[in-house]
């Protein structure tokens, strides 16, 4: 993880304790964990999701392969945005020279019938799963480091690492997991410090966990 910035401080049992947050410089590709969708994604120049048709006529045949078997299973299309990095959505971008469909995300039926899942909550799954790909992707995965020096010392003093947890996706510190790491001081300090219901710590999306949406 990079060198962070302090999130908060609080005092608790003769202690100073500093949170601090830090950008994941080395975050899990989440679609090498346990997902229900499966992304296939083309591009010339990039190689991203689950699967990446080879060449035109791959292409060809896999659409085929959706039109003939659209009964069993579930398709629908992912947008890609690449412009200063990249983005995906469920939605378009409307952006005529930078953005279109990179792909389809799909589920077989029978897949959603083992799972006990309705079509609904399937599609609910696939708004989460693209939105923490694309949080991936765009390098909006953090950690957080906690640290401790004695009370009566110079904050400037050296302090002493109590905890550090990376692999966050999104900045959205009450809806991206954290919060479950951190004893019940750390917890009560925060929501002190942030008191506002959606208080961010910066401006990237609204995140979800990934062990509560997908599984993990």
Excluded at 94 to 100: A, E, I, K, L, N
Excluded at 183 to 208: C, I, N, Q
Aim: proline fraction near 3%; aromatic fraction near 10%.
């Amino acid at each position: 993880m990079s060198e962070g910035n302090t999130l908060f401080t609080t005092e608790h049992d003769d202690k100073r304790w500093r949170v601090r947050l830090e950008v994941d410089q080395d975050p899990v590709d989440p679609r090498e964990m346990d997902n229900l969708w499966t992304f296939i994604f083309w591009h010339k120049r990039y190689t991203l999701g689950d699967k990446q048709p080879r060449d035109a006529a791959e292409h060809e045949a896999f659409l085929r392969e959706i039109a003939t078997g659209k009964d069993d299973r579930i398709v629908v299309p992912v947008y890609m945005l690449d412009h200063s990095g990249l983005r995906f959505s469920l939605s378009d971008f409307h952006d005529t020279w930078d953005s279109g469909v990179i792909g389809v995300a799909s589920v077989a039926r029978g897949k959603l019938k083992v799972e006990g899942l309705s079509e609904e909550q399937a599609l609910e799954r696939l708004k989460v799963e693209v939105e923490t790909y694309d949080q991936y992707v765009s390098g909006d995965v953090y950690g957080f480091v906690v640290e401790t020096q004695p009370l009566g010392s110079d904050p400037g003093d050296k302090w002493s690492i109590s905890d550090s947890v990376c692999g966050f996706y999104g900045s959205e510190v009450r809806g991206n997991g954290m919060l479950e790491y951190w004893d019940k001081h750390l917890t009560e300090a925060y929501d002190k410090a942030f008191p506002v219901r959606t208080s961010k710590v910066d401006s990237g999306s609204t995140a979800r966990a990934r062990k509560a949406t997908l599984g993990g």
